[in-house]
């Protein structure tokens, strides 16, 4: 099939956010309101903060805000892949926080747990399976390093993954492109990632958040002991303040240089059939991605839809977030035809939806801690496309600064230190071009990074992907 033709009827719109199950907003903040935490963001970071808040002491008066409707940037419109994995993978946090990764490891282990328990506890229907994730590796070098990297990772004392070879990997999903894989069956929880926002959002109300969407906090300030945060209609005023704005300008502005806005697509196929299911396989309903720089992530869902997404990494100059950069077609042409590629069996088959979003992109590929004025303030950015779990993690180590914890998270390095922050433009944008074309030339080269992308590694910019 032509891939422009598989998207000829395709909405322009996050396939998640149509779900009929849609919440209604809640009516915007009109005057003045007080509260004991005042939490910025409807996102994963923002609701999950707002929840443990109240979990940890029920009494607390929480306000959350949000500028559109609860999920409606990244938490509504990703891939549904929620990984243990704090650091952005195994290998990242190996690069960075050697010493400290068991504990991060099992930190992240014990938080994709309390996910699941929450969506439990609170009767959030949202998909969560404990399905796993594969990585496939498609080039012949590709399999050398994943088998060398899980040697390496058993010999260190870290859970590597278990070894497919080609056919095992594709008895699991079948692609003439797989060659082998790396196979995680605990670490990975595949969900709906809307439904996992509004579900959160009605555990906040039930618990007693007053949450009001379009509502956008638009500057902060201290006030008296506390801080004022001003809205279009009104401000609210609140003794402590979490920002979970993520990819959007922090309201603290020494925080935005270590954060760039970069687009990822996606596509998502109609339901498959019964035959083209058996196909493919794929009874395990893991999810998949590939090992190369320029990678893909695929997963199917609920109803037997496929979504398939990334290749494409986009900056756009001035790093501003911009609803016109949510549609690629280029970029979503190129991903049609990788899809029939990777499956041919699939031949015919047609996209329901293409969609973009931005990532909050920071230099260390994971996310970063903060406080200011005088710790009545804190902030937690940069998940670099794999907050969906890592949020959960970073909420807490908000709660913990703000409450002037010393905790097994705020003790950490990872918590302590910062990224290494972008530079103005135009380098960001000369700087992050010209990574994008050496990542690409590497998946060319057989992995070899070039002269650009080992300066990098050598003072902690290493992009791997």
């Given at each position: 099939?032509?891939?422009?033709?598989?998207?000829?009827?395709?909405?322009?719109r996050p396939f998640w956010l149509e779900?009929?199950?849609?919440?209604a907003?809640?009516p915007a903040l009109?005057g003045?309101e007080?509260?004991?935490?005042?939490?910025?963001g409807g996102?994963?970071s923002?609701l999950?903060t707002a929840?443990?808040a109240?979990?940890r002491?029920?009494e607390?008066?929480?306000?959350l805000?949000?500028?559109e409707?609860?999920?409606?940037?990244?938490?509504?419109?990703?891939?549904?892949?929620c990984?243990?994995s704090?650091?952005h993978g195994?290998p990242?946090?190996?690069?960075?926080w050697?010493?400290?990764l068991?504990r991060?490891e099992?930190?992240?282990?014990?938080n994709?747990?309390?996910?699941?328990?929450a969506v439990?506890?609170y009767g959030?229907d949202?998909?969560f399976?404990r399905?796993?994730e594969i990585?496939?590796a498609t080039?012949?070098?590709?399999?050398?390093e994943l088998r060398?990297?899980?040697?390496?990772?058993?010999a260190l004392?870290f859970?590597?993954?278990?070894?497919?070879e080609?056919?095992?990997?594709?008895?699991e999903?079948d692609?003439?492109t797989?060659?082998?894989g790396?196979s995680h069956?605990d670490?990975?929880a595949?969900l709906?990632p809307?439904?996992?926002?509004?579900g959160?959002k009605r555990?906040?109300?039930e618990?007693?958040?007053?949450?009001?969407?379009h509502?956008?906090a638009?500057?902060l300030?201290r006030?008296?002991?506390g801080m004022?945060?001003?809205?279009?209609y009104g401000?609210v005023?609140?003794?402590?303040v979490a920002?979970g704005?993520?990819?959007f300008?922090?309201?603290v502005?020494r925080?935005r240089?270590?954060?760039v806005?970069v687009?990822d697509?996606a596509?998502?196929?109609?339901?498959?059939?019964a035959?083209?299911?058996?196909?493919?396989?794929?009874?395990?309903r893991?999810?998949l991605?590939?090992?190369?720089n320029r990678?893909?992530y695929f997963?199917?869902?609920a109803?037997?839809r496929?979504l398939w997404?990334?290749?494409d990494?986009?900056?756009h100059?001035?790093?501003?977030v911009?609803?016109?950069?949510?549609h690629?077609?280029a970029s979503?042409?190129?991903?049609a035809?990788?899809?029939f590629e990777?499956?041919?069996?699939?031949?015919?088959?047609r996209?329901s939806?293409a969609?973009?979003g931005a990532?909050?992109t920071?230099?260390?590929?994971?996310a970063f801690?903060g406080?200011?004025?005088?710790?009545?303030?804190?902030y937690a950015?940069?998940?670099?496309?794999?907050?969906?779990g890592a949020?959960?993690?970073?909420a807490?180590?908000?709660?913990d600064?703000?409450?002037?914890e010393?905790t097994?998270?705020?003790?950490?390095?990872?918590?302590?230190?910062?990224?290494?922050?972008?530079?103005p433009?135009?380098?960001?944008w000369a700087?992050?071009?010209l990574?994008?074309?050496?990542?690409?030339?590497?998946?060319e080269?057989e992995g070899r990074r070039?002269?650009?992308l080992?300066?990098?590694d050598r003072?902690?910019?290493g992009?791997?992907?």
């Amino acid at each position: 099939m032509n891939p422009a033709r598989s998207l000829a009827e395709a909405t322009y719109r996050p396939f998640w956010l149509e779900d009929p199950g849609r919440p209604a907003a809640l009516p915007a903040l009109v005057g003045e309101e007080q509260a004991d935490l005042l939490v910025v963001g409807g996102g994963y970071s923002g609701l999950w903060t707002a929840l443990i808040a109240k979990e940890r002491e029920p009494e607390r008066d929480v306000v959350l805000v949000e500028g559109e409707e609860i999920g409606w940037a990244a938490s509504g419109r990703n891939g549904g892949f929620c990984d243990a994995s704090l650091t952005h993978g195994l290998p990242n946090g190996l690069t960075r926080w050697p010493k400290e990764l068991h504990r991060l490891e099992e930190l992240g282990a014990r938080n994709l747990d309390a996910i699941g328990d929450a969506v439990k506890r609170y009767g959030i229907d949202c998909d969560f399976e404990r399905s796993g994730e594969i990585t496939v590796a498609t080039a012949p070098y590709q399999v050398a390093e994943l088998r060398s990297f899980a040697e390496e990772a058993g010999a260190l004392g870290f859970d590597g993954g278990e070894w497919l070879e080609r056919d095992a990997v594709r008895a699991e999903v079948d692609s003439p492109t797989f060659l082998g894989g790396l196979s995680h069956r605990d670490s990975c929880a595949m969900l709906h990632p809307a439904k996992l926002a509004w579900g959160l959002k009605r555990a906040c109300l039930e618990l007693g958040v007053r949450i009001y969407e379009h509502t956008p906090a638009t500057a902060l300030a201290r006030d008296g002991a506390g801080m004022a945060a001003t809205t279009p209609y009104g401000r609210v005023r609140a003794r402590r303040v979490a920002l979970g704005t993520n990819v959007f300008p922090n309201l603290v502005r020494r925080v935005r240089p270590y954060v760039v806005p970069v687009y990822d697509h996606a596509l998502m196929t109609e339901p498959l059939s019964a035959e083209q299911l058996a196909s493919i396989g794929w009874s395990n309903r893991q999810g998949l991605s590939d090992s190369a720089n320029r990678f893909h992530y695929f997963r199917i869902t609920a109803d037997h839809r496929i979504l398939w997404g990334g290749y494409d990494a986009l900056y756009h100059f001035g790093g501003k977030v911009r609803a016109e950069y949510e549609h690629a077609a280029a970029s979503q042409l190129k991903l049609a035809g990788q899809f029939f590629e990777t499956f041919p069996q699939l031949e015919g088959l047609r996209f329901s939806h293409a969609w973009g979003g931005a990532i909050d992109t920071c230099s260390r590929f994971a996310a970063f801690f903060g406080t200011a004025h005088r710790d009545r303030v804190a902030y937690a950015a940069g998940y670099t496309g794999l907050g969906v779990g890592a949020s959960r993690f970073g909420a807490e180590v908000m709660l913990d600064l703000l409450a002037g914890e010393r905790t097994e998270r705020t003790e950490l390095e990872m918590v302590r230190s910062k990224p290494i922050p972008f530079p103005p433009e135009p380098l960001a944008w000369a700087g992050i071009a010209l990574t994008t074309w050496s990542l690409a030339r590497a998946d060319e080269r057989e992995g070899r990074r070039n002269l650009w992308l080992r300066a990098m590694d050598r003072v902690g910019l290493g992009f791997d992907s």
